[in-house]
């Protein structure tokens, strides 16, 4: 089981506090436009990569409009990970992006 966010409570919750975000959208996408700090495993790299994040750390998981983070959150939380979609993604967050 994994809880949801919306993109607009995430931007307040950056704002007081650090998140481990997990964006998994493609290389390009990442590229183009990002959450500071955030990570990127393409979610099509993830059962590859798996061994690469931290089960101690919740994650809060982000792709574009939230179909991708929604399959990810659902394949990260089978693995006994504490994760967190995004609904809306990057498509709907307003708050600060890096390139």
Do not use: W
């Amino acid at each position: 089981m994994y809880q949801s966010i919306t993109a607009n409570d995430l931007e307040q919750e950056l704002k007081e506090s650090t998140q481990n975000i997990l964006d998994v959208r493609d290389a390009d996408a990442f590229i183009e436009g990002h959450i500071p700090n955030a990570i990127n495993i393409p979610i099509n790299e993830l059962p590859e990569k798996l061994a690469t994040l931290d089960k101690k750390k919740a994650y809060t998981i982000i792709c574009y409009a939230g179909g991708r983070s929604e399959r990810a959150s659902q394949f990260l939380a089978a693995e006994g990970f504490d994760v967190t979609n995004v609904m809306g993604g990057m498509g709907a967050f307003r708050g600060t992006t890096t390139k």
